[in-house]
């Protein structure tokens, strides 16, 4: 008997970690055992308001990304008087697990991908609706959910066939240029005629250190765009994957603060406080997207909490640089241990 305990140690000790993890990613005192996030989020400058007359936009590369990031934005810059616009850029059609649970199939075929696409665009519109953006101030680029990169790279002039979709075009309803085959040089000039249309005084977009590729990779294309257009300042970023199990605790915990996202604490944050009812109303966007909170519902509840990030920049302070620089030659000359 004291044998086979012995031979068999590690299979308690497996489930001890593995209810010791369950407890630190679900429960929300767990965390402050561990670190001091929440003083760290407290103490974080406050992010200016929004002002009378401003035109924001808020660019999405997946339907929920708007919500997650800035569903309380959204409201702020409303109640200030700036006028919202949300501009998606793909359908959300790249999910295969989605499409599964939704159509009770193993391997969801193209069409059953662009259904989802399809049902997506349309939760999209009812949470947009529930942030107080109309129809009217909102635009759906519809190119490949997954294939950002490529139309950044090896197909910015050749379409690229969607790999979940089948499709080389767009195809969602009510897209801003339907039929427009996917190339980079037409997401670009869709992401112009956004701009021209909207003239925005501040753009929000991810962080060039969101580790989902879409998101990145739309980084690049606004940053490469604004530039051409000398209007580097208006735009503002956020982080949606921010890290591994980010953001922490899951599940619905609406007084616990949004921390800094693991992948980009070096960015100069900012945060937004968010009142009660403005959480509420968030946490109603979120479950619009029905498609995804049936898989994702903890992960994306967990966006609804007393604040938000944003960022002036999409990188570190040159001064937080330069330090990391210097000590990185301390390191190499031998003389910090």
Same mark, same amino acid.
């Given at each position: 008997?004291?044998?086979?305990?012995?031979?068999?140690?590690?299979?308690?000790?497996?489930?001890?970690?593995?209810?010791?993890?369950?407890?630190?990613?679900?429960?929300?005192?767990?965390?402050?055992?561990?670190?001091?996030?929440?003083?760290?989020?407290?103490?974080?400058?406050?992010?200016?308001?929004?002002?009378?007359?401003?035109?924001?936009?808020?660019?999405? %590369?997946?339907?929920?990304?708007? !919500?997650?990031?800035?569903?309380?934005?959204?409201?702020?810059?409303?109640?200030?008087?700036? !006028?919202?616009?949300?501009?998606?850029?793909?359908?959300?059609?790249?999910?295969?697990?989605?499409?599964?649970?939704?159509?009770?199939?193993?391997?969801?075929?193209?069409?059953?991908?662009?259904?989802?696409?399809?049902?997506?665009?349309?939760?999209?519109?009812?949470?947009?609706?529930?942030?107080?953006?109309?129809?009217?101030?909102?635009?759906?680029?519809?190119?490949?959910?997954? /294939?950002?990169?490529?139309?950044?790279?090896?197909? +910015?002039?050749?379409? +690229?066939?969607?790999?979940?979709?089948?499709?080389?075009?767009? +195809?969602?309803?009510?897209?801003?240029?339907?039929?427009?085959?996917?190339?980079?040089?037409?997401?670009?000039?869709?992401?112009?005629?956004?701009?021209?249309? $909207?003239? %925005?005084?501040?753009?929000?977009?991810?962080?060039?250190?969101?580790?989902?590729?879409?998101?990145? !990779?739309?980084?690049?294309?606004?940053?490469?765009?604004?530039?051409?257009?000398?209007?580097?300042?208006?735009?503002?970023?956020?982080?949606?994957? /921010?890290?591994?199990?980010? %953001?922490?605790?899951?599940?619905?915990?609406?007084?616990?603060?949004?921390? $800094? %996202?693991?992948?980009?604490?070096?960015?100069?944050?900012?945060?937004?406080?968010?009142?009660?009812?403005?959480?509420?109303?968030?946490?109603?966007?979120?479950?619009? +997207?029905?498609?995804?909170?049936?898989?994702?519902?903890?992960?994306?509840?967990?966006?609804?909490?007393?604040?938000?990030?944003?960022?002036?920049?999409?990188?570190?302070?040159?001064?937080?640089?330069?330090?990391?620089?210097?000590?990185?030659?301390?390191?190499?000359?031998?003389?910090?241990?």
């Amino acid at each position: 008997m004291l044998k086979s305990i012995a031979r068999n140690w590690w299979l308690p000790a497996l489930v001890l970690l593995a209810l010791a993890l369950a407890a630190w990613i679900n429960l929300p005192r767990m965390l402050p055992v561990f670190d001091r996030s929440d003083q760290r989020v407290a103490a974080l400058p406050a992010a200016l308001p929004f002002t009378s007359g401003q035109r924001v936009l808020f660019l999405a %590369p997946h339907p929920d990304d708007e !919500t997650l990031c800035c569903g309380g934005m959204i409201q702020q810059a409303q109640a200030a008087g700036a !006028t919202a616009y949300i501009a998606w850029i793909t359908a959300g059609d790249g999910f295969e697990f989605d499409a599964a649970l939704m159509d009770r199939a193993v391997r969801p075929s193209p069409a059953q991908m662009r259904d989802l696409g399809q049902t997506r665009a349309r939760e999209a519109g009812r949470a947009a609706a529930i942030l107080g953006v109309p129809a009217a101030r909102t635009f759906m680029l519809g190119y490949p959910d997954g /294939g950002l990169f490529y139309l950044f790279t090896t197909n +910015y002039d050749q379409p +690229y066939r969607a790999r979940h979709t089948g499709a080389s075009a767009v +195809y969602v309803d009510g897209a801003l240029t339907p039929g427009a085959p996917f190339t980079g040089r037409n997401l670009h000039d869709d992401l112009a005629r956004v701009l021209d249309t $909207v003239k %925005p005084d501040v753009v929000l977009v991810p962080a060039p250190q969101d580790a989902h590729p879409d998101h990145h !990779t739309l980084t690049y294309m606004m940053l490469r765009l604004v530039g051409e257009r000398q209007q580097e300042p208006t735009l503002h970023f956020w982080v949606v994957h /921010g890290g591994l199990e980010w %953001p922490l605790p899951k599940g619905l915990h609406e007084t616990l603060p949004l921390t $800094v %996202p693991p992948r980009a604490t070096g960015l100069p944050w900012e945060r937004v406080a968010l009142t009660p009812e403005q959480v509420q109303v968030k946490w109603q966007a979120i479950r619009a +997207y029905r498609t995804q909170t049936e898989v994702l519902g903890r992960f994306m509840e967990a966006f609804a909490r007393a604040n938000e990030l944003v960022s002036p920049s999409p990188l570190p302070p040159l001064t937080a640089l330069a330090e990391n620089k210097a000590e990185a030659a301390l390191l190499v000359s031998g003389q910090m241990k």
